[in-house]
Nanobody, 117 residues
Framework: QVQLVESGGGLVQAGGSLRLSCTAS?????????MGWYRQAPGKEREWVAT???????TYTDSVAGRFTISRDNSKNTVYLQMDSLKPEDTAVYYC??????????WGQGTQVTVSS
């Protein structure tokens, strides 16, 4: 079993930055797999934001490309999402997810990000 715990959310003004963390725990789970960040805004469906693959390659949804950066620290079993130039439309609950391997489909509990205009 794997447990994912997101943190780092909060209230920030438009144009500001936040760094989200997703720390994984579990006796055999390594963060060095395909991991993703998703978000869900009020009244909307959950949407994919970014992916990082085992080799380190990354992809982003168009609305965040150039502003967000996904990264990983294997020694801390943690995936990050650096969010810069935040906009009010980035307001959402942000979740990390395991996208491959034995624990594919596992979600964290989410962390709230609120961007004020």
């Amino acid at each position: 079993q794997v447990q994912l715990v997101e943190s780092g959310g909060g209230l920030v003004q438009a144009g500001g930055s936040l760094r989200l963390s997703c720390t994984a725990s579990g006796s055999t789970f390594s963060i060095n797999t395909i991991m993703g960040w998703y978000r869900q805004a009020p009244g909307k469906e959950r949407e994919w934001v970014a992916t990082i693959r085992s080799g380190g390659s990354t992809t982003y949804t168009d609305s965040v490309a150039g502003r967000f950066t996904i990264s990983r620290d294997n020694s801390k079993n943690t995936v990050y999402l650096q969010m810069d130039s935040l906009k009010p439309e980035d307001t959402a609950v942000y979740y990390c997810r395991v996208l491959s391997g034995r624990y594919a489909g596992s979600w964290g509990q989410g962390t709230q990000v609120t961007v004020s205009s």
